[in-house]
Structure formats: C-alpha cells, structure tokens
C-alpha cells in the first residue's frame, strides 16, 4: 500500500490560470462591446436624434410660420382693410420680401474667395 496522498485536482499546478480562463474570456468580450458601442453605436444615435428633432423642428417652423400669416392676413382684411384682400395679401407679401432680403445681404458669399 502506498501511503502517499493522492493530489486532488483542484491543486495541480497551472488549474488557477485555466479558470480564470472565462472570466478573462467575458471580460474581453465585455470590452468589445464596449468598444463598439461607443465608437459605433453612439454617434448614430447621436446623428439619428439630432436628425429627427431637425425634422421636427423644421416642421414646426412651417407650420406656424403659415399660421401666423394666414392669421395676419384674416386680421387685416377683416380690421384694417375691410373687403379689400389684395391689400392684406401686399402687405403680408412684402414683409416676407423684406425678410427675404435681408437674409439675402446676410449671406456668406463662398464664392468669392475662390479664383477661375
């Protein structure tokens, strides 16, 4: 009879590195989502939020920018010019023209630093 002890499994050389094997394995993968998700995911999300509150806010815009002028246009030929809509629809249409321009002299001229 052998009165030698027997070595268990759990105390052979070498078993810590095999099971830290998955966790090291999750943690690289963990990582990687990481990874992807800040390099990837979030500046689309970024991108696809600032683009949809845009459409939403352009939309907006429009509609309560026909909203106001149609109003302005019923006050005046109702108040200030009594049966007489063309009056209204000149005056509305030239504020807008005056809008117009000034957003016009506003504007960068891109061209004018370049040379043909």
């Known amino acids: 009879m052998d009165t030698a002890p027997e070595q268990h499994a759990s105390s052979l050389p070498g078993l810590d590195a095999l099971n830290e094997l998955p966790v090291k394995g999750a943690d690289a993968v963990d990582a990687l989502v990481d990874l992807i998700r800040v ?37 005046l030929t109702v108040y200030a010019f009594p049966e007489r809509v063309w009056i209204s629809d000149l005056l509305v249409g030239a504020v807008f023209v005056i809008i117009g321009l000034v957003a016009w002299s506003k504007r960068i001229d891109r061209s004018a630093g370049s040379s043909k």
């Open 39 to 75: 390099k990837a995911v979030r500046p689309l999300t970024l991108t696809t939020r600032a683009i949809v509150f845009g459409i939403i806010v352009a939309t907006a815009a429009v509609v309560t920018v026909t909203l106001v002028s149609i109003t302005l246009i019923r006050l």
